[in-house]
Nanobody, 128 residues
């Protein structure tokens, strides 16, 4: 599996925007995928969305229309563009991937427990 490293977290005011990046140490296979998750203090980890090798992306309802996931295969990099952030978006954000084969839930979001690689996380704090 690849190694993942997120960057771009920080503090932002409510209504603001932030862009996260995740660099993979190697190539993702055409049947692999990458995804973003987050975990707020005291809460379970939440899947935000994922993107398949062909670029098709799916999002959780909580972020649909505000967050955009994209990737650049030439740079082995996954992106998360976040806009209209709210205090409830405050969390540690994680990048995850499976370089070989991905499985998806009914919403076409990669299944958390099938992803073989995880980053260390980057903190996003949104103040009101």
């Amino acid at each position: 599996q690849v190694q993942l490293a997120e960057s771009g977290g920080g503090s932002v005011q409510s209504g603001g925007s932030l862009n996260l990046s995740c660099v993979a140490s190697g190539d993702i296979d055409s049947r692999g995928c990458m995804a973003w998750f987050r975990q707020a203090p005291g809460k379970e980890r939440e899947g935000l969305g994922g993107i398949a090798y062909d670029g098709s992306a799916a999002y959780a309802d909580s972020v649909k229309g505000r967050f955009t996931i994209s990737q650049d295969h030439t740079k082995n990099t996954l992106y998360l563009q976040m806009k209209n952030l709210a205090p409830e978006d405050t969390a540690m954000y994680y990048c995850a991937a499976d370089a070989v084969l991905c499985y998806y839930n009914e919403y076409d979001i990669p299944l958390e427990n099938t992803l073989g690689a995880w980053g260390q996380g980057t903190l996003v704090a949104v103040s009101s």
